[in-house]
């Protein structure tokens, strides 16, 4: 009985131990100057990172660890306001007055997206991109860490909210504190790539999203900016940096 047990015991730390090493660490950087509230939000059931949200102060970091094949983004919530319960609003990026986010946050928003690989099956490679597709709020950069393969950096370092045009501004208090997406502030199917518009082929850039891929040539600019948007990487953890160009 006693070597069976020792036996299991073994087993189980040995099976621990290469859940942890596969499992993948996403540093997440507050390098705003404010504090923002990140949000997280995970796909195919998988499991909810950081309770869905949290507070970050300026220069602060946390660390969320995620389990191989999982999906999500992250994104951060500005002039946020919440009670004892958890219950308010953030001026960009809320997502349902809630310090927990029980869903994706409001346009206009700068996302950080991925979907994990697991490791010793075909699809072990991680895959990761800035998205300006749903607006801008904040600069977003992905810097990968230990991994192989291409591991670019992907982001958005430059400010978008002071080179908004004015028919894509979102003011607060006379203050650009977000730059909607054209499909947002028009909804015209050749700006949502709706439509007549759906496909690659008829879904080009526009005035708008190549000012937004002028700025920041390695983050989607509308949803079919795939071949220079898209990162790969295997076995990498993530720093997600927060106003990166503060840094």
């Known amino acids: 009985m006693a070597d069976n047990w020792q036996m299991v015991s073994l087993l189980m730390l040995f099976l621990l131990g290469s859940n942890t090493a596969s499992a993948t660490v996403f540093t997440l950087l507050n390098r705003c100057g404010y504090t923002i509230w990140p949000g997280t939000l995970s796909g195919n ?5 950081g309770n869905g949200g949290f507070s970050l102060p300026p220069d602060a970091s946390t660390t969320l660890t995620a389990p191989p094949g999982w999906s999500g983004r992250f994104w951060a919530r500005t002039g946020c306001n919440f009670d004892d319960s958890g219950k308010g609003v953030c001026t960009t990026g809320d997502c349902g007055g809630a310090l927990n986010c029980p869903g994706g946050g409001a ?36 810097k990968p860490s230990g991994g192989t393969g291409n591991c670019q950096y992907a ?36 700006f949502c790539c709706t439509d007549e518009h759906s496909r690659p082929e008829t879904c080009g850039p526009t005035r708008y999203s190549e000012m937004f891929k002028s700025a920041c040539p ?4 509308y949803a079919y900016d795939d071949a220079s948007s898209t990162c790969t990487c295997t076995g990498s953890d993530y720093l997600i940096t927060f106003c990166p160009s503060a840094t």
């Open 218 to 221: 390695t983050a989607y600019s």
């Open 155 to 190: 982001g958005c370092v430059a400010d978008l909210n002071g080179s908004c045009p004015a028919e894509l501004q979102v003011l607060e208090s006379g203050k650009v504190v977000a730059c909607k997406s054209a499909c947002a502030a028009f909804n015209a199917p050749e």
């Open 107 to 142: 346009p206009p928003v700068s996302l950080a997206e991925f979907t994990i690989g697991i490791a010793g099956t075909a699809n072990d490679k991680d895959f990761y991109d800035v998205s300006l597709v749903d607006g801008y709020n904040v600069g977003l950069g992905i």
């Open 45 to 49: 059931g998988a499991a909810v990172l």
